[in-house]
DNA sequence: CTTAGTTGCTTCGAACTCGAAGCACATGAC
DNA sequence: GTCATGTGCTTCGAGTTCGAAGCAACTAAG
C-alpha cells in the first residue's frame, strides 16, 4: 500500500478548507435564492427537481432519498410537505406495494420552472463568475472521479443492509 | 454586463453536481468518522479544530460562528454541549464584556488528537485516493478563488445588520 | 403452502438548527 | 454626564433532521 497517511500535504489542506468554505457558503446562499424565490428549502428544490429530471416526473421515496443523500424519515417528511403543498403526490406502486411513487404534479413544475431561472443565475454570480471555462472543465473532471469512488465506497466499514445469499452479485 | 446567463453549459452543470454530491457524501462520510472515533459531531469538531489552530486555544463566539458559516443561536447550543463535556471552557472577555472567549481544555485537545489522525485517514481515502497531486493543486486553486469571491460577496440583497447613518438604504 | 429473512416506507422520540426577540455592554453625538 | 444606536451573545419557539422501531409486502427456502 501507500504510506500511511498520517498527515495532508499543506495543498491538499488548503484544497479541502476551501471546498467545506465554497460548500457552506454556496449552499447558505442558494438555500436563501430558493427560500426568496419559490419558498423551498434546499432539499426540498433537489427533490422536485429530480422529479423534473425524470421523463414521466416519478419516482420511488428511496431513489430520491438515495439521489439527495437523505435520511428515509426526513425524505418521508419532506414528501408530505410537499404534497400537503400539492407539489408531489404520492401513491403505491402497482408493481412493488411497498414502494411509493413521488409524481411531480402541475404545480409543482410551474414551481420548479419559476424558481429555476434565480437558482441558474445565483450560480453564475457566486460560482462561476470566477471561474474560467478551463476551471469549470477541472472541476467537473476532478469532483466527477471524486463523486464516483465516493459513490462507489462504502460509508464505513459495514454495510447498513446487506445481502447474505450469494457470495458476489452485479449492482442492479 | 455580461449577457443574462438563463442557462448553464453542460460542464457547469456537470461541475455543479459533482460538486454537491461530493459534498454532500464527503460529509456524511466524515461525519460518521467523527461520531465513532470521539463522538463529535461535524460542527463540534470544526468548533475544536477552529480552536486549536488558534495559537492561545482561545477564539469569540463570533469568529468561531463566521468561520464555520453558522448561526449565533447554533454555536451557542454547541459551545453549551462542547463547555458540558469539558473541551472547552467559556468567559467573559476582558476587553468587552459583551464578548465571550471560548477556550479549549485540555480535554478538549486530547479529543483533537484522538480523532485528527482518522479524521486525515477518511480523507485520504475517501478524496484524495482518486485524486493527483496535479489536481489537488488545480482543487486548491479553483475552490480557493471560488471561496474568496463568496466570502467578499453579500449573501443576498440584504446584509442582515446595516448601518443607519447613511440616508439612503442600501439597494435592494 | 409455510416460514424466515429482506426491503420500502412510516412513526416516534430526541436532538439539532435557525431567526426573532431580548439583554447587557460599548460607542458616539450632544 | 445623557441619550440613541450599534454590537455580542443568549433565550425562546418553531421547524427540521436523524436513527431506531414498527408495519406491510415481497422473496427465497423448505
Known amino acids: 500500500m501507500d504510506q500511511p497517511p498520517s498527515s ?15 460548500s457552506s457558503l454556496l ?6 435564492q430558493l427560500r426568496d424565490a419559490g419558498n423551498l428549502s434546499y432539499v426540498q428544490f433537489q427533490l422536485l427537481a ?7 416526473g416519478q419516482r420511488r421515496m428511496t431513489d430520491l432519498a438515495d439521489g ?9 417528511y419532506q414528501a408530505q410537505l410537499l404534497e400537503q403543498r400539492g407539489l408531489v403526490t404520492r401513491a403505491p406502486s402497482a408493481d412493488d ?10 404545480a409543482g ?6 424558481v429555476f431561472p434565480g437558482h441558474i443565475e445565483a450560480l453564475h454570480h457566486l460560482l462561476f463568475a470566477t471561474l474560467s471555462d478551463d ?13 464516483e469512488h465516493l459513490r462507489a465506497t462504502p ?3 459495514a454495510a447498513p443492509r446487506r445481502r447474505k445469499t450469494s457470495p458476489e452479485r452485479a449492482a442492479p
Open 8 to 22: 495532508l500535504t499543506s495543498t491538499q489542506l488548503t484544497a479541502y478548507f476551501a471546498f467545506t468554505e465554497v
Open 155 to 157: 460509508p464505513r466499514s
Open 109 to 114: 413544475r410551474d414551481i420548479l420552472a419559476t
Open 50 to 56: 429530480r422529479l423534473g429530471d425524470s421523463p414521466d
Open 135 to 147: 476551471d469549470v472543465d477541472e472541476l467537473a473532471r476532478i469532483l466527477g472521479r471524486a463523486a
Open 68 to 76: 439527495v443523500v437523505y435520511s428515509r424519515s426526513g425524505l418521508t
Open 27 to 32: 449552499r447558505h446562499a442558494v438555500e436563501q
Open 97 to 106: 406495494e411497498r414502494s411509493v411513487v413521488v409524481t411531480l404534479t402541475e
